[in-house]
């Protein structure tokens, strides 16, 4: 029995890559508040900044990668897919993405994805993989990285730390995530490109 995630978006395949269709993302950080103060994610701060439009949040993208992936990978995807990413350009509300992904050979459990406005230009470029077993594109960018000088946002930090112990944490599906993420994944849901009923319900 074939694995249906239950998506209704139109796939093209050609060249051995599988493609979405055009998608305008949508923004829900515009009330996001941190410091006492809005977001870039907010249009007047955006503007303040001398960008031309609030900046759609990263992860709202790899929404458009899912149904690609599940026609590759099926449920696995679902199970233990990975997702390494790097952006190369902002998208703001009402420009069109659309997303590609190579298909990997027969028993591959790693592909390269990326993402281009309407005019060819690169959103992002990433792995997406069955577990993380092979060299993702953030293994291989940081391998080429120089150690810093001085750490300041993430001063403290070290690559590899971990907790004293595994925190299990409970995320209900209308609860507020509070001023950094004014919306709950209820929320989400209604607003995403791609929808699944493996999003939906219990």
């Not at 955006?46 to 439009?53: H, S």
């Not at 997303?99 to 281009?116: D, L, N, Q, S, Y």
């Not at 001085?150 to 403290?156: A, F, K, S, T």
Request: include cysteine.
């Amino acid at each position: 029995m074939t694995f249906d995630a239950g998506f209704d978006t139109p796939l093209s395949n050609e060249d051995d890559v599988v493609s979405g269709p055009f998608r305008r993302p949508l923004q829900m950080l515009h009330d996001q508040e941190y410091g006492g103060h809005s977001s870039i994610h907010d249009g007047d701060m955006a503007a303040e900044l001398g960008f031309t439009g609030a900046p759609i949040v990263g992860p709202t993208h790899f929404n458009q990668f899912v149904p690609l992936l599940a026609e590759i990978w099926g449920q696995e995807w679902f199970e233990r897919g990975c997702f390494s990413s790097h952006y190369q350009n902002m998208v703001v509300e009402g420009e069109e993405v659309r997303a590609f992904v190579a298909i990997p050979a027969k028993g591959a459990t790693i592909t390269r994805a990326w993402a281009e406005k309407v005019d060819g230009t690169p959103v992002l470029e990433a792995t997406a993989s069955l577990g993380a077993t092979d060299p993702t594109i953030l293994d291989e960018r940081r391998a080429k990285l120089r150690p810093p000088e001085q750490l300041m946002i993430l001063e403290g930090i070290a690559v590899g730390m971990t907790g004293r112990a595994d925190e299990p944490v409970e995320m209900g599906a209308h609860q507020n995530m509070g001023a950094l993420y004014p919306f709950s994944l209820a929320d989400k849901i209604t607003k995403i490109t791609e929808s699944s009923p493996w999003y939906a319900g219990e």
